[in-house]
């Protein structure tokens, strides 16, 4: 049996077509709304030549039509791909053109943006504008002109070569040059790292085949009402929503771009989420701030889980949330997007784990010189090898797949570059990525693409940025700029609202340096080395953090 999301999404609107798919906001779709217009997008996206595996470009914000194009591309054997909201033009030419993609479905208010790059992606053979109140512009098809189309009853789209379980989903990710790298999985892969049609929460097992997990739809018991926080474009936020889904669940989304705490419980208090996903301290501190400025404001007796993954979730903040929801069970997930399930901590009333302290995933080990297993208690620091139902690979990648994806002992892994010491009691510790990379609120900033743009700034020698710890995003960026010598102080003398606003007219926010600091040299080897770690030290040194 190998599992395919378009028909497990199928199966799910055929099993409880009234129950509800997809809430955001005042805007309500039951699961035969949903698949109806996932339908007819996936109708039109065939008449328009998409051929077998052809890739789909969701270029959105939170919303239904989200998970409404990649059902459709689901359907038509087509393959879905996660555009970064927040990347500038350049980005957003590297990663469309990387991922072939030829269609792409765009919120309107990004439309002067798509509209100056489209001229460089010939590819793309057709685009969808979703609205939300922003001009739509003349050369691209209203989305909801499509969805809208009524679909013959009984009749679903079939991809001429059928579905399959090899069937693709990538997911685009950071990668160590700064550029984005697409994450190859296959659905039957993915579907199992997601539980199979299980819960392991109540102690289900994975469905054997499409007829145990139809019979599971059916009643609607397992189905349960999910509200992923952080942005679908990311693993954590599209993965919590597809485990919902695959047992014919409903996803909640806030209709407010802006991350709004309360908000969100508002959102939960109303619509009685059970499941509620983020990624650490960037959303778990906001969340936390609300509910001790407004106690017992919110009726939350709905929510069983709030899980995490990508990022640092620390313990202080775990056991304030279990203060006001101490029948909530944390879930703090080590993963990545080429790694599902590397390992887990729980934290409940009665129960805690420590900060990045986690026990490993299933057949998971942390692997020293030589690719022999860290000895426990021994402090020698490894990284984390996941195998199993692991991606194919990286898109039209191969080195970065060799380098990635290997095989230990006959046994293929994905080594991400996760570093880890083991207790002697088999717990492991997180100690981070091993290269230089900048994770601020989830997202992955690489020093080397920033440090390019600020370099060619007048004025600047030279650059480097490093992380500063952040209490609400983990880490921040810092600059550390060597100024140019021959610079005639007060004519173009560079400054910090120089270098942040060169990276912010470039680049996605996110990657804007909050801290410059000037300093007389950057201290590169004579082959051009840089001294990551030394940096990064005197950066604290230099702020007091």
């Known amino acids: 049996m190998e599992w395919n999301l378009g028909d497990i999404w199928e199966a799910a609107a055929a099993a409880g077509p009234d129950r509800p798919a997809q809430i955001c906001g005042p805007r309500r779709f039951s699961w035969s709304q949903f698949e109806r217009r996932a339908d007819a997008l996936a109708r039109d996206l065939r008449e328009r030549g998409l051929g077998h595996q052809a890739k789909v470009a969701a270029y959105l914000h939170n919303c239904p039509e989200y998970l409404e194009s990649y059902f459709a591309a689901f359907k038509a054997s087509?393959?879905?791909?996660?555009?970064?909201?927040?990347?500038?033009?350049?980005?957003?030419?590297?990663?469309?053109?990387?991922?072939?993609?030829?269609?792409?479905?765009?919120?309107?208010?990004?439309?002067?943006?798509?509209?100056?790059?489209?001229?460089?992606?010939?590819?793309v053979r057709i685009w969808y504008v979703v609205a939300d109140g922003s001009p739509e512009p003349d050369w691209a098809v209203p989305y909801e002109s499509v969805v809208g189309r009524t679909t013959p009853p009984g009749e679903v789209v079939r991809p001429p070569a059928g579905r399959r379980g090899d069937d693709l989903l990538l997911l685009y990710t950071g990668g160590t040059t700064g550029l984005p790298k697409g994450v190859m999985w296959r659905q039957d892969d993915l579907v199992r790292v997601l539980g199979g049609g299980g819960n392991p929460m109540v102690g289900l097992a994975p469905a054997a085949d499409m007829a145990e997990l139809t019979a599971r739809l059916g009643p609607g018991d397992l189905a349960s009402v999910g509200l992923p926080a952080c942005p679908l474009m990311h693993g954590t936020g599209q993965f919590s929503a597809f485990i919902s889904m695959i047992l014919g669940g409903c996803v909640v989304t806030l209709p407010d771009a802006r991350f709004d705490a309360e908000a969100l419980w508002d959102a939960v208090a109303q619509e009685k989420v059970q499941i509620v996903s983020i990624v650490g301290d960037a959303f778990a501190r906001p969340l936390l701030a609300a509910l001790d400025a407004h106690p017992g404001r919110w009726d939350l007796s709905s929510v069983?889980?709030?899980n995490s993954s990508g990022v640092m979730w620390s313990q202080e903040v775990k056991e304030g949330l279990i203060r006001h929801l101490p029948g909530v069970v944390l879930f703090d997930s080590l993963g990545s997007s080429e790694a599902v399930g590397m390992g887990a901590s729980y934290t409940g009333a009665g129960m805690s784990a420590g900060t990045a302290s986690f026990g490993l995933g299933e057949g998971a080990r942390v692997i020293g010189d030589g690719d022999r297993d860290v000895e426990p208690g021994s402090g020698q620091v490894g990284v984390i090898a996941l195998p199993g139902n692991i991606p194919l690979g990286y898109y039209k990648d191969p080195g970065k797949?060799?380098?990635?994806?290997?095989?230990?002992?006959?046994?293929?892994?994905?080594?991400?570059?996760?570093?880890?010491?083991?207790?002697?009691?088999?717990?492991?510790?997180?100690?981070?990525?091993?290269?230089?990379?900048?994770?601020?609120?989830?997202?992955?900033?690489?020093?080397?693409?920033?440090?390019?743009?600020?370099?060619?700034?007048?004025?600047?020698?030279?650059?480097?940025?490093?992380?500063?710890?952040?209490?609400?995003?983990?880490?921040?960026?810092?600059?550390?700029?060597?100024?140019?010598?021959?610079?005639?102080?007060?004519?173009?003398?560079?400054?910090?609202?120089?270098?942040?606003?060169?990276?912010?007219?470039?680049?996605?926010?996110?990657?804007?340096?909050r801290t410059v600091l000037f300093i007389d040299s950057i201290g590169r080897s004579p082959a051009g080395k840089v001294d990551y770690p030394g940096l990064r030290q005197r950066a604290r040194d230099l702020t007091g953090t």
Do not use: M
Request: charge should be negative.
């Open 401 to 513: 797949t060799a380098r990635t994806f290997r095989t230990i002992d006959g046994v293929r892994y994905t080594i991400p570059g996760d570093c880890a010491s083991v207790d002697a009691d088999g717990t492991i510790r997180l100690l981070g990525r091993g290269s230089a990379v900048i994770n601020s609120g989830g997202e992955k900033v690489f020093p080397e693409e920033v440090e390019e743009v600020i370099k060619r700034l007048p004025g600047v020698r030279d650059a480097v940025c490093v992380g500063l710890p952040d209490e609400r995003f983990g880490e921040r960026v810092c600059a550390l700029v060597e100024r140019d010598p021959s610079a005639v102080p007060g004519d173009g003398v560079v400054d910090e609202q120089a270098v942040a606003g060169v990276v912010r007219d470039e680049l996605a926010a996110y990657k804007v340096p």
């Open 304 to 306: 069983r889980v709030i």
């Open 78 to 123: 087509l393959v879905p791909v996660n555009v970064n909201y927040r990347y500038g033009a350049t980005e957003l030419i590297y990663l469309l053109d990387n991922c072939d993609a030829e269609a792409v479905v765009f919120h309107a208010r990004f439309a002067a943006t798509v509209d100056a790059i489209r001229s460089e992606l010939s590819r």
